[in-house]
């Protein structure tokens, strides 16, 4: 490698970035960030991890490149392999991908070095990254790929602690959809923190759009479409919103809302919005009427949560309101509703958890 390279440094995310760009800041090399990871699913994540690299950058006085999130591409460009292990081929084609890009832009902006972050992850193969990047770079004349192994000579240490003393947002799995499945469960609490700096980024553009195609399966449902009697929650600024769907379907069906009174949750009929007061707990709007003791009317139980997995299994607030509610109603069909961020391979969960019959 030349004295003085221009340098471009291919990020995967800020606690992948720490070591490295302290390492080269501290042996005179200004990198240039380069951020290019259209695998990363789904896209709250991606803005997440987009995040905290740009304000890491930004901290130090570094230069950040922002591509574009084309998932399409990348999905088409891993297809056949969707089903391999961790480290395998759909790695090493994701790896080719990304590199080529990084390899293009420091091409035709005049950068002497490439080399990435991606050496720095638990979850990759060295061997898988020097190759993709040797091919990368052999596309491009007077191009060199750094190929330094960066979790060697103390920097995977120095990593954690750069995790930690800078608050970086620390995922639980590499990034695509399929890694995801691999994910391990974590605590209750963490996987709390996580969806809530998840849902933390959604516009509300994207939180009407996400709400109404929930909607929008809801109602080509069999058990929706029969039942006549719901229970509904009136929803609170980080979940899918219901109060557009509550006012379409009033009349035609009979709804019911949740009211908190103490450490339980009670069921009252909802009449329409004037008839809403805030809670004292919370300030939740619920109805100001009776409660209804008699729940056996009730069809279907539409909840809430933190988080959901396929399997049907739910993470709420931590309090357990529904917990003890849903016993009450053991024939009523219940259906978890989320945002897509907030649907994981597993959730953490404990014997007293009350099961979805689906997820919508």
């Not at 901290?59 to 399409?72: F, K, P, Q, T, Y």
């Not at 991606?118 to 060295?126: A, N, T």
């Amino acid at each position: 490698m030349k004295e003085n390279p221009k340098i471009l440094l291919h990020t995967c995310c800020a606690p992948c970035s720490g070591a490295i760009v302290e390492y080269m800041l501290e042996n005179g090399m200004r990198p240039t960030i380069y951020y290019y990871n259209p695998n990363i699913y789904p896209f709250e994540e991606y803005l997440v991890r987009k995040n905290e690299c740009t304000r890491y950058a930004q901290s130090l006085g570094l230069e950040i490149v922002d591509e574009a999130w084309n998932h399409r591409e990348w999905l088409s460009c891993v297809r056949g392999h969707e089903n391999e292990p961790e480290r395998g081929a759909r790695c090493l084609e994701c790896f080719r991908m990304r590199l080529l890009e990084a390899a293009r832009y420091a091409h035709e902006h005049g950068y002497d070095v490439l080399t990435s972050t991606l050496d720095s992850s638990r979850w990759k193969r060295h061997d898988q990254i020097v190759e993709a990047g040797q091919w990368a770079v052999a596309q491009f004349p007077g191009l060199t790929f750094w190929d330094r192994n960066w979790r060697q000579g103390g920097l995977q240490e120095r990593r954690g602690q750069i995790l930690r003393e800078q608050g970086f947002y620390n995922q639980q799995y590499c990034g695509c959809e399929f890694s995801m499945k691999a994910m391990k469960t974590d605590d209750k609490q963490s996987v709390r923190k996580r969806i809530h700096r998840l849902v933390g980024t959604m516009s509300e553009e994207e939180k009407i759009a996400q709400s109404a195609a929930v909607w929008n399966r809801m109602e080509q449902m069999p058990v929706f479409r029969e039942s006549r009697h719901i229970l509904m929650y009136w929803a609170m600024a980080d979940e899918v919103l219901t109060q557009e769907f509550i006012r379409r379907w009033n009349g035609e069906k009979t709804f019911y809302l949740p009211a908190i009174d103490g450490d339980e949750l009670v069921v009252k009929r909802y009449v329409g919005e004037d008839s809403l007061v805030a809670g004292q707990q919370f300030g939740i709007p619920e109805p100001d009427g009776p409660v209804v003791d008699d729940l056996s009317a009730i069809d279907l139980v539409v909840v809430p949560g933190r988080a959901f997995d396929s399997d049907g299994h739910r993470l709420g607030r931590g309090r357990g309101f529904y917990d003890r509610l849903l016993p009450k109603m053991p024939d009523t069909k219940k259906a978890g509703v989320c945002y897509d961020c907030q649907l994981l391979p597993s959730v953490p969960v404990q014997e007293n958890d009350f099961l979805m019959d689906f997820i919508v």
